[in-house]
């Protein structure tokens, strides 16, 4: 991850913190407070980042980067049991792809 997409990262995860954090938000039952824990980078443009809320519970984010278009920055979402278990048959799938896709480089 470069620098300046590392300083952004860093940047956000902060201000994710703070929204999480504010007292009249939708789903805030317990008038929660937020602050960043951990930032691991698992690639040039992807993150998981661990949140502690006063309580001392964890929650867990994953962090992507979109580096063009009208989109272009960090996006995030707590991913569920779900959704885990959909990016493990996501890699499978994309494992097949790119062997059918190799044959196209020649």
């Not at 443009?45 to 009208?70: C, N, Q």
């Not at 960090?74 to 097949?96: C, I, M, N, Q, S």
């Amino acid at each position: 991850m470069n620098k300046q997409i590392a300083k952004e990262l860093q940047e956000f995860t902060n201000i994710v913190a703070k929204r999480f954090s504010y007292k009249d938000r939708e789903g805030n039952f317990n008038n929660e407070t937020f602050s960043v824990k951990d930032v691991i980078p698992t690639s040039d443009h992807t993150a998981v980042v661990s949140f502690e809320k006063d309580t001392g519970k964890i929650g867990l984010a994953f962090f992507y980067y979109l580096p063009r278009g009208k989109s272009k920055g960090w996006k995030y979402f707590f991913p569920t049991d779900a959704h885990v278990v959909g990016f493990r048959a996501f890699e499978y799938y994309k494992f097949l792809i790119e062997k059918d896709n190799y044959k196209f480089n020649f």
